[in-house]
């Protein structure tokens, strides 16, 4: 039931180190130095699996924004020109460096596995660690650009599709309680939460060992997973009202025929599609769906048709790729 | 001709000085005044990163106005007042009002100049770290010390197009690799 509603289980480690400045935008110099330590002391060691080093600057701009719209590089590392990443995607790993963080470690799991997660990025960290001294304070732990990472240097999060708790406007009373225990739930694509997906993390990173935060944000998005409720406690599918089926089947009928998509209506529709997916409504995979979603961001829009667009031509080359993906 | 109540500008000397910067130079440290202009361009300089190599240097904004990119308007000064004396942070020159701003921190020092601010933001009387840490022991530091020491040196040499030298450091470091290799 889980894996309806939360699509994939992500942690990222911040490290830095003591000897350069955190921001290293601009300072070209000292982002050579963090990357070649890095990329270094990660080929040295058993952990490298393969990765493929990606520096910016050598990429076009939309196969940089594509990376970012995969979700394998923050959108931060974006803003420096001098950034590099070091990328497996087969394995849902990344390494990025010279972002708000010397080092970014990212490991992505599909459906809910914060466990899975953590252990793939602490064994990159651990690698890492035997050649490269990471900023520490006994006390603050390891230490971050941002204060809010200060300590176990990690964010946790799960992204969550929650279509009917948005539809029915309970989302805000939700997150009144999550903000006691540390965690918040933010729209993952933006704040509006377009698709109705969410991202529920860990707010703070200091006073709890890692293995509590994970545990934390794993129990607290099962929460919100059994009150999307998309099953009964016998397993067996709700039944939407009519209004709702008919959201869903209005959806499905504009990402098939929709010749001109902007982005937002095509995370409404999404949405809705997604959920008549799960439901069994819809005979299309569920897989088949979230697919779309990286495929019709703009950068990857554009990669498909191989040239830069904007506006309405952007839009209607987005009608045309969901359309050619459903059509599969 | 009047009298000038004011200090002159020391980079373009024609305007009046509104910040005092201190230079650290290893142990000297000079004491220079400038306009808003100067600073402005030295802000600049700062952060495409080439001051660093040359100054090293603490800012020090004495004026009751922070260095702003553009003037901002009488009424908005009155509401965000920036303290005569701001704290800056000695190693890389982030100033309290920027860390307020932006809620990022500049190095580890940082950590330090701004504990009073950290303090409040993270509850530091009862939240100790209790996760993971780096591995400690004696032969691990020694092996990250000669590593970064290798990594800089070829980084200088290629820095200084000496490719022989950069050669020679490139394969102590892969046959230092390939024990750490064995290692990990």
């Known amino acids: 039931m889980k ?82 990443a070091l990328i497996n995607y087969e394995w849902g790993m990344s390494v990025m460096m010279g972002g708000e963080d010397h080092v970014c470690i990212q490991a992505t799991r599909r459906g809910i596995d914060l466990a899975g997660a953590s252990q793939a990025a602490f064994r ?77 993390r860990n707010k703070f990173a200091l006073g709890f060992p890692e293995q509590e935060y994970l545990q934390l944000v794993e129990d607290e998005a099962a929460k919100f997973a059994t009150l999307e409720g998309f099953r009964h406690p016998m397993g067996d599918v709700i039944q939407l009202t009519v209004a709702e089926a008919d959201r869903v089947y209005r959806a499905w009928g504009t990402l098939t025929s929709a010749r001109i998509l902007p982005m937002e209506e095509f995370f409404r529709c999404y949405s809705a599609v997604r959920l008549g997916a799960v439901l069994g409504l819809l005979d299309v995979p569920v897989d088949q769906v979230d697919g779309l979603v990286e495929m019709a961001h703009d950068a990857h829009v554009c990669a498909w048709r191989q040239q830069e667009m904007q506006g309405e031509t952007l839009d209607a080359a987005r ?3 969901v359309r050619e993906m459903l059509r599969r | 001709m009047e009298e000038m109540d004011y200090t002159l500008c020391d980079a373009c000397k024609a305007k009046e000085a509104r910040y005092s910067v201190s230079v650290v130079m290893g142990d000297k440290v000079t004491l220079r005044s400038l306009c808003q202009d100067c600073m402005a361009k030295m802000n600049m300089t700062f952060s495409a990163g080439n001051a660093a190599k040359v100054l090293g240097a603490i800012m020090n904004a004495l004026g009751a106005q922070m ?21 800056v942070c000695e190693n890389c020159g982030t100033t309290r009002a920027q860390f307020l701003k932006t809620g990022k921190l500049g190095c580890v020092d940082c950590y330090t100049t701004f504990r ?41 040499a290629i820095d200084n197009e000496d490719y022989e030298t950069a050669a020679v450091i490139r394969d102590q470091l892969r046959k230092f690799d390939r024990e750490g290799g064995a290692q990990a």
Request: charged share 30%; proline share 5%.
């Open chain 2, 116 to 156: 009073k601010d950290l303090n409040g933001l993270l509850k530091l009387e009862d939240a100790v770290h209790t996760g993971r840490k780096p591995v400690q022991d004696e032969a691990t530091q020694q092996r990250r010390s000669t590593y970064e020491r290798l990594s800089w040196h070829l980084q200088a």
């Open chain 1, 124 to 200: 990159v960290e651990d690698a890492l660690s035997r050649s490269v001294n990471f900023a520490f304070d006994d006390k603050l732990g390891y230490l971050t650009a941002s204060p809010a990472k200060t300590g176990t240097g990690m964010k946790a999060s799960v992204l969550l599709h929650l279509p009917l708790l948005t539809w029915k406007g309970k989302i805000p009373s939700m997150c009144e309680t999550l903000d006691e225990r540390g965690l918040e739930l933010v729209g993952a694509y933006g704040k509006d939460a377009p698709g109705d997906l969410y991202l529920m």
């Open chain 1, 3 to 84: 894996n309806e509603i939360v699509l994939c289980s992500r942690v990222r480690l911040s490290r830095n180190y003591a000897d350069l400045p955190f921001e290293l935008k601009g300072r070209e110099e000292q982002a050579n130095v963090c990357i070649n330590r890095t990329v270094g002391a990660l080929r040295a060691s058993t952990a490298d699996l393969g990765y493929e080093l990606f520096r910016l600057r050598e990429m076009s701009d939309i196969s940089a924004r594509c990376m970012e719209e995969c979700c394998c590089i923050t959108p931060e590392l974006l803003d420096n020109d001098a950034a590099a």
């Open chain 2, 67 to 87: 260095p702003e990119e553009s003037p901002a308007p009488a009424e908005k000064k009155a509401e965000e007042p920036v303290p005569e004396n701001d704290v």
């Open chain 1, 319 to 321: 009608a045309d790729r």
